[in-house]
């Protein structure tokens, strides 16, 4: 029997097992979901190694991308299951059932050779997201119908492309399609599945679930979903749609590009004003799938490469963040950053991990996240004369977006751990009781350690970035694009990154030179008065002056009125039409037979023309 029927099998009965476990053996509920994740991760690295085999009906299939995109599942399940080993759920029996099956429909999703297979796991995803989501109870429910209904939403879209493409070929199977994009129907159908996959990534403007689920959800429901796993799946369906299934031409290149840039920078200007430290991270998570989408719509080698190696790397940081977050949150029970202050010498690996994330999500090198940028801007510098000017607009929005993520980083850093420390006042546990700060301490190490080994994965990508990326995605994405590049393209991204070393050390030899003096320190002096706590800054007011500032202050303000959230605008909009429908529901007799009376008078007019008397 092919092992994938065999995880399959496993995942399922582990998701049975772990229902029906009594309430006193709920403790060992992580352990199988735990072995769970690790088959899905063993399963990638068989297909990565010994290659992915067609079986006889062609319903499943392994390539170089598929096999990654199980690694990353298997990866990211066994990280989040130890992780939430000690984290205080309601009920860990549903949370781990809901684990296992979103196990089993995302390893479905990557190696489905038919689309109406990928269609079916695709589905069960959207159902199990809701689900997940609203395992915190009656507070969730608003963020969960919202979530269900733009995911759900966007996979009828998925069906309308999928019923679309097998009326083009006859034929549903991924590695049989190759559609030119000729005409209006197959651009549509391009569309459709590209939404599906936008959606799922959380791109501009199907993102508002994210930013609204990240307050309720509990932290490794976000860590789990929004930061990895949803996108892995909605950049894989994007990769596959753009790199073998349809020949896009540049007129929806430049739309998916632009989609990109519109996502980077409106993400990124949104998070740099939040007070929570959820709500900031969840638009960093929209934010830098405009990274992803850019690097792809590039439609070249690097651009390409720089994609997908970001999509990993964003999981990784992400991931890393969200669980530092849980902690602060158990820990402190609070995550608004005026709460927060001089965590930083009692969770030391906390600080640390989080620190190694903020640094590689912004771009700094030389972690992971600095050459999947640099890989996507190689990607824009390549496709210059392809659309205009529009590369050197793609590129300065995706480098500012680069810098205003540090600027919003920084602000975290500081208000969590290297501000003042809050008074005892200020920190409240769930139940309205006063936690004093010398009760503030590590996590436990099984949460510990899964922080730590993805800020530890964070370095080792960014350190070997040639290896990884091409190893990873090589083969796949030059297969598709071009002949494996010479060394001589590397070497111009060597270079790079060895000038901008030796710029960072020069000016660590100059500061320290500089500053090597002894320093008087002496107390502040601030109008003869004593410094109290009001007087210093939280880190809630940085960039305070960006949210005054026309005409930001417009924009943000109707970003506060939802004018950008599509859902919202959608459900006004059909309020309207209801409201308008329901007028016309007078109870009147006379009302309904002159309505008879016009449709009528409609259809004889049509029949008229249609039979040439008009």
């Not at 079986?55 to 170089?64: M, R, T």
């Not at 429910?141 to 069906?159: E, M, Q, Y």
Request: with cysteine; hydrophobic share 55%; aromatic share 14%.
């Amino acid at each position: 029997m092919e092992v994938i029927y065999i995880l399959f099998g496993f995942l399922l009965m582990g998701s049975v097992v772990i229902l029906f476990l009594p309430r006193r053996e709920e403790r060992w509920s992580w352990l199988i979901a735990f072995l769970g994740a690790a088959g899905t991760f063993s399963l990638g690295v068989r297909y990565l190694l010994y290659g992915g085999e067609f079986l006889p009906n062609s319903y499943f299939f392994c390539d170089s991308l598929s096999a990654f995109m199980l690694l990353g599942i298997g990866f990211f399940g066994m990280v989040v299951s130890l992780y939430a080993k000690k984290f205080p759920f309601p009920s860990p029996s549903r949370f781990f059932t809901f684990f296992l099956l979103t196990l089993f429909a995302a390893s479905g999703v990557v190696s489905s050779h038919n689309l109406f297979f990928l269609l079916f796991f695709w589905g069960i995803l959207g159902i199990l997201l809701f689900a997940m989501v609203s395992l915190t109870g009656y507070e969730s429910a608003d963020s969960a119908k919202k979530t269900a209904l733009i995911i759900i939403g966007s996979d009828a879209f998925l069906l309308f492309g999928i019923a679309g493409i097998w009326y083009l070929t006859g034929t549903v199977e991924i590695t049989a399609l190759h559609i030119p994009i000729t005409r209006w129907l197959s651009g549509g159908i391009f569309l459709s599945i590209a939404i599906a996959g936008l959606a799922k990534a959380g791109a501009m403007p199907f993102h508002s679930w994210i930013p609204d689920i990240s307050e309720t959800a509990s932290i490794p429901v976000m860590a789990f979903l929004p930061a990895s796993l949803d996108k892995l799946l909605g950049i894989y369906l994007l990769a596959r749609i753009c790199n073998g299934i349809f020949v896009v031409h540049e007129g929806l290149w430049l739309l998916l590009r632009s989609i990109g840039a519109l996502t980077i920078l409106g993400g990124v200007f949104m998070a740099l004003v939040q007070k929570d430290i959820r709500k900031l991270l969840a638009y960093h998570a929209v934010s830098q799938v405009g990274y992803m989408v850019i690097g792809i719509a590039s439609a070249t080698p690097f651009g390409v490469l720089g994609g997908l190696f970001h999509m990993v790397n964003h999981a990784l940081y992400k991931s890393a963040l969200f669980l530092g977050a849980g902690v602060i949150q158990q820990k402190v029970a609070s995550t608004y950053i005026k709460s927060l202050g001089g965590l930083a010498p009692k969770m030391p690996y906390t600080f640390f991990s989080m620190l190694i994330a903020s640094l590689a999500i912004s771009g700094i090198p030389p972690l992971n996240g600095f050459f999947s940028k640099l890989f996507i801007y190689r990607g824009l510098l390549d496709s210059a004369g392809k659309g205009g000017i529009s590369w050197l607009l793609l590129l300065t929005a995706a480098m500012l977006g680069s810098a205003l993520t540090l600027a919003s980083f920084l602000k975290l850093l500081y208000a969590a751990f290297l501000g003042r420390e809050r008074s005892s006042r200020n920190l409240f546990d769930s139940l309205g009781r006063d936690r004093s700060s010398r009760l503030i301490s590590e996590a436990p190490v099984e949460i510990v350690i899964p922080q730590v080994l993805l800020a530890f994965f964070c370095i080792i990508f960014g350190l070997f970035f040639k290896r990884v990326s091409t190893g990873f995605f090589g083969s796949y994405v030059f297969g598709f694009l071009a002949s494996i590049p010479p060394e001589k393209s590397f070497f111009i991204l060597d270079l790079s990154l060895a000038m901008l070393l030796a710029a960072i050390g020069a000016g660590m030899i100059l500061f320290i030179a500089l500053f090597s003096k002894p320093i008087r320190l002496s107390p502040p002096f601030i109008g003869g008065e004593a410094v109290t706590e009001s007087m210093c800054s939280t880190g809630e007011e940085f960039y305070k002056t960006i949210q005054e500032m026309e005409p930001f202050s417009s924009l943000y303000r109707m970003a506060d009125q939802k004018v950008f959230d599509l859902y919202e605008s959608l459900r006004s909009f059909s309020r309207i039409l209801a409201t308008g429908l329901r007028s016309l529901h007078t109870g009147g007799v006379g009302t309904y037979i002159a309505w008879v009376l016009v449709g009528m008078i409609a259809i004889l007019f049509l029949l008229s023309r249609q039979a040439g008397f008009l």
